[in-house]
């Protein structure tokens, strides 16, 4: 029987020994899973895996990375959007539509697709951004934001498809915050959000608009008292339906691999526009 390829972290936890035995480097067979999920580490660096079974989905990682959809994903979505009425779906997303072009707010920057389903934008077109934005054109419900802060667990199928979320988005996240004191202040300049109100007593809280009805609140506590720092981060309530927990799931975690591969790379600061979306 062909071995299917897994598609979410809790599918390779289960190809996995689960002895936690750290041979693999790693201090779990789940952050292990979820290395492997981000593409960051291959099945075949855990010993005990059969190695049949290694070299099978191997073969099969040029055909599908889970993390970051290819172009053919791209241009599929491309070809999509090219058969929708843009100017009807601009409304609906909270865009604008002119010159035959749909052009949204993305995190600040103007991102725009045209009739023919031609990309342009002011920041790096990444697929971690493309997917979603084109998701968002296709699929968005365009309801007005409920208001409610809730973590990606609360989304539809966040708890079943995404346990690793504060691995993979948060605790990274916390690690920059940690080691750069300014990031809050650039994440506002930089991609035009806006300090809230402290939601849950957090020391800072952010909003971001990675898309115009798809906000991302981004709230850190300051170690105190002994106590770690932590962060934590919040949708609104209807992410799930103005985009979908999928391409939710996506934009966090390209986020945070953003800006943790752009402060290793700046140390104590983040750099020029131009380097948005990269990573
Ligand atoms: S080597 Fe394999 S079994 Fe051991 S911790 Fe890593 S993934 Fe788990």
Request: glycine share 6%.
């Amino acid at each position: 029987m062909v071995q299917q390829k897994p598609k979410t972290p809790v599918e390779i936890y289960q190809l996995l020994d689960k002895s936690n035995c750290r041979q693999c480097g790693e201090k779990t067979c789940l952050a292990f899973a979820s290395a492997v999920f981000l593409n960051q580490r291959q099945l075949a660096d855990c010993p005990h895996l059969a190695p049949e079974l290694a070299a099978a989905l191997a073969d099969q990682d040029n055909s599908r990375k889970p993390f970051e959809p290819g172009a053919e994903y791209v241009k599929h979505l491309q070809a999509e959007v090219a058969k929708l009425d843009l100017a009807a779906a601009a409304a609906r997303t909270g865009g604008t539509f002119a010159n035959n072009r749909l052009t949204l707010k993305v995190l600040g920057k103007d991102f725009s697709v045209d009739t023919a389903g031609n990309l342009s934008a002011d920041i790096h077109i990444n697929p971690w951004v493309a997917v979603p934005v084109l998701n968002y054109i296709l699929h968005g419900e365009g309801l007005p934001l409920a208001k409610v802060w809730v973590t990606l667990r609360e989304l539809k199928d966040g708890r079943e498809r995404y346990p690793l979320f504060q691995r993979q988005c948060e605790e990274p996240l916390q690690r920059v915050a940690d080691s750069y004191p300014d990031l809050f202040d650039d994440l506002v300049n930089l991609f035009s959000g806006h300090r809230a109100a402290q939601h849950l007593n957090s020391d800072i809280s952010v909003v971001l608009l990675p898309l115009p009805k798809v906000p991302i609140m981004i709230c850190y506590w300051l170690p105190d008292d002994g106590l770690d720092s932590s962060l934590h981060v919040f949708f609104d309530a209807t992410a799930d339906r103005n985009l979908d927990t999928d391409s939710v799931y996506t934009l966090g975690v390209g986020l945070a691999t953003m800006l943790k591969k752009i402060a290793r790379r700046h140390g104590a600061g983040l750099p020029g526009r131009a380097e948005v979306g990269s990573g």
